[in-house]
Nanobody
Framework: QVQLVESGGGLVQPGESLRLSCAAS????????MAWYRQAPGKQRELVAL???????NYADSVKGRFTISRDNAKNTVYLQMNTLKPEDTADYYC?????????????WGQGTLVTVST
């Protein structure tokens, strides 16, 4: 069984920072891409940032220059450093990872962590 467990969400004021973490655990032999998605109330889930196993990154235009995705392969963990947060960043943030389980690719999701940016 594979699990992705997120942490680091919370309530912050505009302009402040948060760092999300997501650790993968269970029986897998490899992790491919890791990513963060978010879903605001009444909106579709959208890709925020992605990082490949080689460290290549991609960001949504709305977060470029403010958010940074990174990963620690030794810890099977992906991070999202979020700076200069805006009220429109308020959403549930979900970790996503492509894994190899018993030779079969698996797309796994975390349970989500809520980020609220408000005065």
């Amino acid at each position: 069984q594979v699990q992705l467990v997120e942490s680091g969400g919370g309530l912050v004021q505009p302009g402040e920072s948060l760092r999300l973490s997501c650790a993968a655990s269970g029986s897998f032999s490899r992790i491919f891409n890791m990513a963060w998605y978010r879903q605001a109330p009444g909106k579709q889930r959208e890709l925020v940032a992605l990082i490949t196993s080689f460290g290549i990154t991609n960001y949504a235009d709305s977060v470029k220059g403010r958010f940074t995705i990174s990963r620690d392969n030794a810890k099977n963990t992906v991070y999202l450093q979020m700076n200069t947060l805006k009220p429109e960043d308020t959403a549930d943030y979900y970790c996503n990872a492509g894994l190899l389980v018993d030779g079969t690719p698996l797309n796994a999701w975390g349970q989500g962590t809520l980020v609220t940016v408000s005065t």
